[in-house]
């Protein structure tokens, strides 16, 4: 961690406390005996999506399935593939018969650019959180969750604006730079079905994925709240469709 990120984030203390209810419950689902600290102990140590995000994309498979949301589950950003597992764990546990698409370059992040509003810091990270297609594969074998799951690596633009998938009812968006949470939404919003569910995990930490969220709701009229998930995460579930034209 650069020394001016680390000033930056050791003075904000909601996101010091944020760190330390993260901490406490991670310590005690180590421990706990119920499903998802279950699942939670097979992923953590692939993963960089603490465990109260990991949650909530558990509990946001069992709404989708509750709610009988059409479409699959889509996951944009898998580096080591933990949070991917957790999404296969739970789709498999609740039968679900959701295919689950994973998009990745495999190669760590791609650069910010100058749409991003922290890119002196920022720029430091290119390249990092890189999970190799064929280990996330074998964590998957392993896991034996790899059946209905479609691995497509590339970078987002080359990859979503034309991905066969065609209905969402989950969207997991770990993309952490403004282009790449723009591309994401730009291509796949339209996808998800009304009631479904998009979940962001650094809108709190780069603002470059907040910005990206807030510049697509403004372009086109959506006025969706934001459910906080943690310091961090957020919610969207979609509502409407955006306003073309």
């Known amino acids: 961690m650069e020394f001016k990120e680390f000033v930056r984030r050791a003075s904000n203390v909601p996101f010091q406390l944020s760190r330390g209810r993260n901490f406490f419950w991670a310590c005690w689902r180590s421990i706990a005996q119920n499903e998802f600290s279950h699942f939670y102990r097979k992923v953590h140590g692939y993963t960089y999506c603490c465990n109260t995000r990991l949650k909530a994309l558990y509990d946001a498979v069992h709404e989708i399935e509750v709610q009988k949301i059409k479409g699959d589950v889509v996951e944009c950003g898998t580096a080591r593939g933990g949070s991917a597992a957790l999404l296969g764990l739970t789709l498999k546990t609740v039968g679900s018969e959701r295919s689950l698409w994973l998009f990745d370059s495999y190669e760590g992040i791609p650069a910010p650019t100058q749409n991003d509003p922290d890119l002196e810091i920022a720029q430091h990270y290119t390249g990092d959180f890189q999970g190799e297609l064929g280990q996330v594969k074998a964590l998957f074998s392993r896991l034996e969750i790899g059946e209905r799951t479609e691995f497509v690596k590339g970078?987002?633009?080359?990859?979503?604006?034309?991905?066969?998938?065609?209905?969402?009812?989950?969207?997991?968006?770990?993309?952490?730079?403004?282009?790449?949470?723009?591309?994401?939404?730009?291509?796949?919003?339209?996808?998800?079905?009304?009631?479904?569910?998009?979940q962001f995990d650094d809108y709190g930490y780069w603002e470059g994925t907040s910005k990206a969220v807030h510049d697509f709701m403004d372009k086109y009229g959506l006025d969706d709240p934001l459910v906080v998930v943690d310091y961090e995460g957020r919610q969207w579930v979609k509502t409407r469709e955006r306003e073309v034209g």
């Open 155 to 198: 970078l987002f633009d080359e990859t979503l604006p034309t991905a066969k998938v065609e209905q969402i009812a989950l969207l997991h968006v770990d993309g952490d730079w403004y282009d790449s949470i723009m591309i994401t939404l730009e291509s796949l919003y339209d996808r998800v079905s009304i009631g479904g569910i998009i």
